[in-house]
Every structure is written in structure tokens, then in C-alpha cells.
């Protein structure tokens, strides 16, 4: 079984810094596991999009939170869905999550000074009958 390490890479080194200097919060990075804390209120496992956001709100908190990747963060299939947060989501709460993700992801470029939000749009074609009166439903 391979070991897990709590590291970032150099973006988000960069982040955690500035992060910390902005909440005062104490970020730890590592590529051994000999320097991990010894002692966390909470540990999660994985440094995707779940497990990032994770930590960022517990350590907003104030909570003793760290994040074990065995790679590199959001290097799984988090990446492959980047960005994808269509304002056309099939129940309210869809509607409001990515509303909230949408509003989190700007705020971050302004707690950090880094460039990491881009508006694109998208377009959704109705193909049939069906489909039409879905996205109509939706909008």
C-alpha cells in the first residue's frame, strides 16, 4: 500500500501562503509522511474538489483540519470536470450548490491574487421534443 502524503504543488503552495496570511491560519505542507502533524481535530482523505473544499471551510472555522493526497491535488478525475458549473441543474438545490460554487470560486481569486476563474458560458441544444421541454422547465 503506498503511502500518503500531505503536499501541494507549487500552485497551491502559493494559495495555502496567501490563503494563510489572509485568515491567519497555520497551512502545512509536506512530501513526507515523517513531517505530517501529529495531532488533527479532523483528517480527510483525498485532495479533489470535495476534499479541498473540505478543508478550506473547516480551516475558515477554525477547525484543526489536514488533507492527505497520495498524489497531487485535484490530479484524479476532479480535473476532468473543471469549470463545469452550468446555471441549468434539474432541482433548486443543484441550482443554489453551484450558485455557491460559482460565487466561491471568484471570491478565492480575490483572497488570493490569483487567476483562476474563467466565465465561458455554455450552450444547451434541445435535440428533441422532450429534451426542449426539459431545459424550458429548467430555465
Not at 485568515?23 to 482523505?45: F, G
Not at 483562476?116 to 429548467?138: C, D, H, I, P, Q
Request: aromatic share 6%; charged share 20%; net charge positive.
Amino acid at each position: 500500500m503506498a503511502s500518503l502524503q500531505c503536499r501541494l504543488p507549487r500552485a497551491g503552495r502559493t494559495l495555502a501562503s496567501r490563503l494563510s496570511r489572509a485568515s491567519a491560519t497555520k497551512w502545512h505542507s509536506s512530501t513526507s509522511s515523517q513531517d505530517l502533524p501529529s495531532q488533527a481535530d479532523v483528517v480527510i482523505i483525498g485532495g479533489g474538489s470535495i476534499g479541498t473544499s473540505t478543508l478550506y471551510h473547516l480551516r475558515k472555522e477554525g477547525v484543526n483540519a489536514v488533507l492527505l493526497e497520495r498524489h497531487q491535488l485535484t490530479a484524479g478525475t476532479t480535473w476532468h470536470s473543471a469549470g463545469m458549473l452550468w446555471r441549468l441543474r434539474p432541482t433548486d438545490a443543484d441550482i443554489e450548490l453551484n450558485a455557491y460554487s460559482r460565487e466561491m470560486c471568484k471570491k478565492l481569486e480575490q483572497e488570493t491574487d490569483i487567476a483562476s476563474w474563467t466565465e465561458n458560458g455554455g450552450l444547451f441544444v434541445g435535440t428533441n421534443a422532450e429534451r426542449l421541454a426539459e431545459y424550458k422547465r429548467f430555465a
